[in-house]
Nanobody, 124 residues
């Protein structure tokens, strides 16, 4: 069973950048599409980005397009989320998740393995 551990969260000023990492244990990482979700206080968990098994294609929610970049390194078993031009509304706990589907899926139900989350706080 794949296990996921996120890191890289923190406090940053609006306009700043952070890079989140999600390290996977297990030898089957390359068989999963990998996604990032986030959940702000009092709100539902929402899709942020997904990359397929081979890094192409990738998909993003509209509000992060052009600012966030998802990528993966199958040799290292790691998926990244580079976040630039951060806004106050990006504040949330960010989760990485693994999906056995071959396509990029933005639906929460596509993912059956989740990390514990990492907090991102953007100060205005």
């Amino acid at each position: 069973q794949l296990q996921l551990v996120e890191s890289g969260g923190g406090v940053v000023q609006a306009g700043g950048s952070l890079r989140l990492s999600c390290a996977a244990s297990g030898r089957t990482f390359s068989r999963y599409a990998m996604g990032w979700f986030r959940q702000a206080p009092g709100k539902e968990r929402e899709f942020v980005a997904v990359t397929s098994r081979s890094n192409i294609p990738t998909y993003y929610r509209d509000s992060v397009k052009g600012r966030f970049t998802i990528s993966r390194d199958n040799a290292k078993g790691t998926v990244y989320l580079q976040m630039n031009s951060l806004k106050f509304e990006d504040t949330a706990v960010y989760y990485c998740a693994a999906s056995p589907r071959t396509d990029g899926c933005s639906d929460y139900g596509c993912y059956n393995i989740w990390g514990q989350g990492t907090q991102v706080t953007v100060s205005s």
